[in-house]
């Protein structure tokens, strides 16, 4: 399912309009991404928990070339799928 699809779901769902589904969807992705780059977890009971994860430096290689590099330490986004999410799937 693709953001279109999602949207048109919502709508769908919500006897919304697609503009408004689009402009519901896009604010939370936004408040997500920005809590989340502030340090902050979003826990959303039943689906999962979105975090912010410290990547240490490490080596890596050049494909091209097979030289090693240094790949330096970043933060990286974190998804925890919530548990009744996971029964779901099984």
């Known amino acids: 399912m693709n953001k279109a699809q999602l949207i048109e779901k919502i709508a769908e769902e919500t006897k919304v309009s697609k503009a408004q589904a689009e402009t519901i969807l896009d604010c939370m992705v936004e408040n997500v991404k920005k809590a989340v780059k502030k340090g902050d977890d979003v826990k959303l009971v039943g689906f999962g928990t979105f975090t912010k994860a410290k990547r240490k430096a490490r080596m890596g290689r050049n494909p091209?070339?097979?030289?090693?590099?240094?790949?330096?330490?970043?933060?990286?986004?974190?998804?925890?799928?919530?548990?009744?999410f996971k029964s779901l799937l099984n």
Do not use: V
């Open 64 to 84: 091209q070339t097979g030289k090693a590099i240094k790949i330096p330490a970043s933060y990286a986004p974190k998804f925890r799928a919530g548990a009744e």
